[in-house]
């Protein structure tokens, strides 16, 4: 199972919108809605931001957002914040297996 | 809430075995409910190898699988990995999280092993 395509990084300037593309194939985003997001700081361990595609963990501000068409997911970032800036990683169930994204840094300018 | 925390040799030479544990509080390892391990290698990005659940069933990663096993200890309230044969590229934050569904709700803070010599 290969990872799923990510952009290296993305940046905006505070207040601004980011988008994190996520794509894979039939086998996995293509067929399932069990898509999730992970917003990793450094050192820290990874945390649950979207799952489902696009509802929210109870905590998770309602800046964060995630939508799904075809192979592709996508997570929006609007009024970006300062500690926004960190790693963000999707994930798909593929069928008895998950298969993470390549990553992607957020930097907030 | 549920906490999870690894814990491991830290340092394993190559050719030999990594056993690692994830201890569970807060919450029954024997509900329900998939658990996963998940590793990131030195300044990469994370990798999915594999998921247990109590009664036994396991999910792994298919290029792994012939090295690697779960097992769960329902009396310590506890998870297990055993790789073995293992070599540099080994090395890597090794996390244990809990399932939603087909999700990973809770995470340990992970525990760092290098394999060398």
């Known amino acids: 199972q290969s990872a799923l395509t990510q952009p290296r990084s993305v940046s905006g300037s505070p207040g601004q919108s980011v988008t994190i593309s996520c794509t894979g194939t039939?086998?996995?985003?293509?067929?399932?809605?069990?898509v999730s997001w992970y917003q990793q700081h450094p050192g820290k361990a990874p945390k649950l931001m979207i799952y489902?595609?696009?509802e929210r963990p109870s905590g998770v501000p309602d800046r964060f957002s995630g939508s799904k068409s075809g192979n592709t997911a996508s997570l929006t970032i609007s009024g970006l914040q300062s500690d926004d800036e960190a790693d963000y990683y999707c994930?798909?169930?593929?069928?008895?297996?998950?298969?993470f994204g390549t990553g992607t840094k957020v930097t907030v300018l | 809430q549920v906490q999870l925390q690894e814990s491991g040799p830290g340092l394993v030479e190559p050719s030999g075995t990594l056993s690692l544990t994830c201890a569970v509080s807060?919450?029954?390892?024997?509900?329900?409910?998939?658990w996963s391990w998940v590793r990131q290698p030195p300044g990469k990005g994370l990798e999915w190898i594999g998921e247990?659940?109590?009664?036994?069933?396991?999910n792994y990663d298919p290029t792994l699988k012939s090295r690697l096993t779960f097992s769960v200890d329902k009396s310590k309230n506890q998870l297990s990995l055993k790789l073995t044969s293992v070599t540099a590229a080994d090395t890597a934050v090794y996390y244990c999280?809990?399932?939603?569904?087909?999700?990973?709700?809770?995470w340990g803070p992970g525990t760092t092993v290098t394999v060398s010599s």
């Open positions: 999280a809990r399932h939603g569904d087909c999700f990973l709700s809770d």
């Open positions: 807060g919450g029954s390892i024997s509900s329900d409910i998939w």
């Open positions: 247990t659940h109590h009664s036994g069933r396991a």
């Open positions: 039939s086998s996995d985003i293509g067929t399932y809605k069990y």
């Open positions: 489902h595609v696009n």
């Open positions: 994930c798909s169930y593929a069928g008895n297996s998950y298969v």
